[in-house]
């Protein structure tokens, strides 16, 4: 069973850049899809970014296209978020989450797809 840590969340301003880091642990993480989501205070989880097993095919909300990139380096167990240019609306936890995919290049963008998730990390960006 795959297990997820996330880290990398942080106080910045406006127009400034973090990068996320989702730690998973498991042998097999290799044959996972992964996305990014995110949560404000008082609405409902949304849909950041995946990408599937190999990195290969991604996919973004479009709040975040341009800004934010998702990647993962498989050998090192890791998936990142690079966010860009943040801006105060960007401001919510953010968790990283895993689905079991063997060898398909599908990304999945629906939360209810996703039966792993990780603790989360909050991401504050002042005005």
């Known amino acids: 069973q795959v297990q997820l840590v996330e880290s990398g969340g942080g106080l910045v301003q406006t127009g400034g850049s973090l990068r996320l880091s989702c730690a998973a642990s498991?042998?097999?993480?290799?044959?996972?899809?992964t996305g990014w989501f995110r949560q404000a205070p008082g609405k409902e989880r949304e849909f950041v970014a995946a990408?599937?097993?190999?990195?290969?095919?991604?996919y973004y909300a479009d709040s975040v296209k341009g800004r934010f990139t998702i990647s993962r380096d498989n050998a090192k167990n890791m998936v990142y978020l690079q966010m860009d240019s943040l801006k105060p609306e960007d401001t919510a936890v953010y968790y990283c989450?895993?689905?079991?995919?063997?060898?398909?290049?599908?990304?999945?963008?629906?939360?209810?797809?996703?039966?792993?998730w990780g603790q989360g990390t909050q991401v504050t960006v002042s005005s």
């Open positions: 989450a895993a689905k079991w995919t063997g060898n398909s290049y599908s990304v999945y963008v629906a939360a209810n797809e996703y039966p792993l």
């Open positions: 498991g042998r097999t993480f290799s044959t996972y899809g």
């Open positions: 990408t599937s097993w190999s990195g290969g095919n991604t």
